[in-house]
């Protein structure tokens, strides 16, 4: 009798489990990269045609005062935090300064710990390397390039927008005209199809599923897609076919029944200029932080045929964390350390209905957003402190206070009546008071970037999870090599990474020219892919502090496709690790692109 009773309540617990788990809200978010307002017919009728995306807009809630950092990285780092990008270690997109600490926890950690299946499609640019890869970081399926967009150094060699192989769950995919649902291979076509396959399987297992789908294109370098409508330039035909997979995938989810119950989220990564804001990508004006939101959740009362509406307080990319636990009722993962608090708010209040019900707290917020670009933060760089003044619910103010440097002025522009910001009215009296505020606004949030801004982010080494690392030139804290085409000219470039050994062990050091993959270059001195060098001598040096583990030369054999080192009893712990490549008259060369580091076996 008691194993019946038993057997009854498990089973009847798996169905509940089960019908709570179809009832949950699925949430995708896509997010292409280096565009804006100007991007979509909806907000410029002679500019690219986007009909798909228009048709979207017209469906959903508008977050008409969404902001993004002024580039790629730290937006992302702030969106999938919570937390200001610059307080999790990312003020950079290379030097090592794009990867986000591993101790930070991250949206797919908490979508994981709901239940959530996880999945990210296209571009992180948040670290290629244990322990800051997606797969570390949440996302139980990866499909990914590597690097900051194709054809970056840390990206498969030779990659483009419409050749290239693809990291898919750690083993490698090359796209082919078969995969796609548009006609030719084109790497959106190509991660929309993995994220629809992604979903399929999780609706059969009828288990919630976030997509994260941060699009690398329309980044630099553009190239033509095969579906390229006639006359329209490269960058326009890839905005145009980011629509149509757009419309592929709201097709998709009204043909499988799950659109109404779908948080579909549409925005972009920083601004890539715009008409009728002032900057561009970089800049810490509204141009370069102000971006296209659209969030459209037909079952939750968010948007849908007739019920588009817009919202019009400040908001940024650090509140959706916090407004995903929010509508969804997600619960943090357990014992979050208070330093790694969400600074973000969640802006479900002005998403419930049309009126705002008052929401005290939030009213108060100030949004600090900045571009540093820097080896350590500094502060006064390209600041731009945003917050909004309200009597009741009307909004009277929109302010933004800006500093380009430690040695330039301070500029205030009030957007809600000033929105190109021509206008700088910091030295009208009248607004003391709120510049008073505003720089106090961005001494606190300076205080939280300080605790830990001399910390490096330090990429794992002799670790199970990644048995070879390739330390990239990308990521040198000194003179990058971020393109796959300095590489080929042989362009110099120096600098050390930082490192953590996790075991006290013998490691072997490959340094290369050219990356494994490449099939015509396999010596250190051909040239099938660029320029010759006349690789002689390389050298390692590994330290930390002033204790120096090793400083070792090595002549190169010009037919080799490396010079190896083997170098025993390498401390567990942090350390710099710098390597040189110079010709027989011990001048520098190039740089040590690839470094491929393993434990001895």
């Not at 009773?5 to 009847?12: M, N, Q, R, V």
């Not at 494994?516 to 320029?531: C, F, M, P, Y």
Request: charged share 25%.
């Amino acid at each position: 009798m008691n194993i019946k009773i038993i057997t009854t309540f498990t089973l009847l617990l798996m169905v509940t489990v089960n019908i709570f788990a179809q009832d949950r809200p699925n949430v995708i978010f896509v997010m292409p990269d280096d565009i804006s307002h100007n991007a979509f017919s909806y907000y410029k009728k002679n500019g690219p045609r986007t009909p798909n995306i228009d048709a979207l807009a017209n469906e959903s809630v508008r977050l008409t005062d969404f902001h993004v950092s002024p580039s790629c990285s730290p937006t992302r780092a702030a969106l999938l935090t919570g937390r200001p990008s610059d307080v999790v270690g990312v003020w950079h997109t290379i030097n090592g300064r794009n990867m986000m600490r591993a101790d930070e926890i991250t949206m797919a950690d908490v979508f994981k710990e709901n239940g959530y299946a996880t999945g990210l499609f296209f571009k992180w640019h948040l670290g290629d390397n244990y322990p800051f890869r997606p797969k570390d970081r949440g996302f139980e399926y990866v499909a990914w390039i590597k690097g900051g967009g194709t054809g970056q150094q840390p990206d498969y060699w030779d990659n483009t927008n419409n050749h290239a192989n693809i990291w898919v769950n750690d083993s490698l995919v090359k796209m082919t005209d078969e995969d796609d649902g548009i006609k030719g291979a084109f790497t959106n076509n190509f991660f929309f199809n993995r994220a629809m396959e992604f979903m399929d399987a999780n609706i059969e297992k009828k288990k919630p599923f976030f997509v994260y789908l941060p699009l690398g294109t329309a980044h630099a370098p553009h190239v033509t897609p095969p579906d390229a409508r006639k006359g329209a330039s490269a960058k326009t035909a890839t905005i145009e076919n980011i629509d149509k997979n757009m419309g592929r995938l709201m097709q998709y989810l009204d043909d499988r029944g799950i659109a109404d119950n779908t948080i579909l989220i549409f925005t972009t990564d920083n601004g890539g200029g715009s008409d009728q804001l002032r900057g561009g990508k970089g800049s810490n004006y509204d141009g370069g932080t102000r971006v296209p939101s659209f969030v459209r959740w037909k079952k939750g009362g968010l948007g849908g045929v007739g019920k588009a509406r817009e919202v019009t307080p400040l908001t940024a990319h650090i509140d959706w964390l916090p407004t995903f636990m929010d509508i969804l009722d997600l619960k943090d993962v357990p014992n979050r350390p208070e330093k790694l608090k969400i600074r973000g708010k969640s802006f479900k209040p002005f998403l419930d209905k049309d009126s705002l019900n008052d929401p005290v707290e939030y009213k108060k917020r100030a949004v600090i957003i900045n571009d540093m670009w820097t080896e350590f933060p500094e502060k006064y760089k390209k600041l731009s402190v945003k917050k909004d003044i309200w009597d009741g619910n009307t909004i009277t103010h929109k302010w933004r206070l800006i500093r380009n440097s430690v040695n330039s002025n301070w500029e205030l522009y009030d957007v809600l009546v000033d929105e190109k910001q021509k206008v700088d009215v910091i030295k009208n009296s009248a607004n003391d008071v709120i510049v008073s505020e505003l720089k106090e606004e961005y001494e606190k949030w300076w205080q939280l970037v300080d605790e830990r801004s001399d910390e490096y982010t330090r990429i794992v080494l002799g670790n199970d999870a990644e048995p070879e690392t390739d330390l990239h030139a990308m990521d040198f804290h000194g003179t990058v090599i971020w393109e796959q085409n300095a590489v080929k000219k042989g362009d110099k470039g120096s600098g050390f990474i930082a490192v953590e050994f996790d075991k006290t062990r013998t490691y072997n050091f490959d340094l290369r020219r050219w990356p494994k993959e490449i099939e015509n270059e396999t010596t250190l001195t051909s040239a099938g892919s660029g320029v010759a060098l006349p690789i002689a001598i390389a050298r390692i040096k590994i330290w930390n502090g002033d204790t120096i583990y090793v400083d070792e030369t090595k002549k190169a054999n010009p037919n080799a496709d490396g010079v190896k080192f083997t170098l025993k009893n390498l401390p567990k712990g942090s350390a710099f690790i710098q390597t040189w490549f110079y010709n027989a008259s011990e001048e520098m060369e190039g740089a040590v692109y690839y470094n491929y580091v393993s434990l001895k076996e």
